[in-house]
């Protein structure tokens, strides 16, 4: 059975950081472009950093350039996200995602994802 399971998320001061983790099981994670996605309450799902495969190549939102950076371990079958400087507007949940064949830009803007992870709650809040 295919599987993403994200962990770390939880609250966080404005301007502190957090990092999230997504493991991967069932499948292997080498082919597949991966991505963080967030929801808040009544908005769409947004695509906030995704990463080829291959080359490694990146694509970010622009609210999180500079703050946010994402990494893959394949050895370890894990994406990760790291948050810096968060601020309020970052509350939301976050997904993690995987597709094959697709690049980092195409997975975050047009989000067609076949394999999503259950969400974890970042809260950031003074």
């Known amino acids: 059975q295919l599987q993403l399971v994200e962990s770390g998320g939880g609250l966080v001061q404005p301007g502190g950081s957090l990092r999230l983790s997504c493991a991967a099981s069932?499948?292997?994670?080498?082919?597949?472009?991966l991505g963080w996605f967030r929801q808040a309450p009544g908005k769409e799902r947004e695509g906030v950093l995704c990463?080829?495969?291959?080359?490694?190549?990146?694509y970010a939102a622009d609210s999180v350039k500079g703050r946010f950076t994402i990494s893959r371990d394949n050895a370890r079958n894990t994406v990760y996200l790291q948050m810096n400087s968060l601020k309020p507007e970052d509350t939301a949940v976050y997904y993690c995602?995987?597709?094959?064949?697709?690049?980092?830009?195409?997975?975050?803007?047009?989000?067609?994802?076949?394999?999503w992870g259950q969400g974890t709650q970042v809260t950031v809040s003074s």
């Open positions: 995602a995987a597709s094959p064949f697709t690049t980092a830009e195409r997975l975050c803007v047009f989000k067609r994802v076949p394999y």
């Open positions: 069932g499948f292997t994670l080498d082919d597949y472009a």
């Open positions: 990463i080829s495969s291959g080359d490694g190549s990146t």
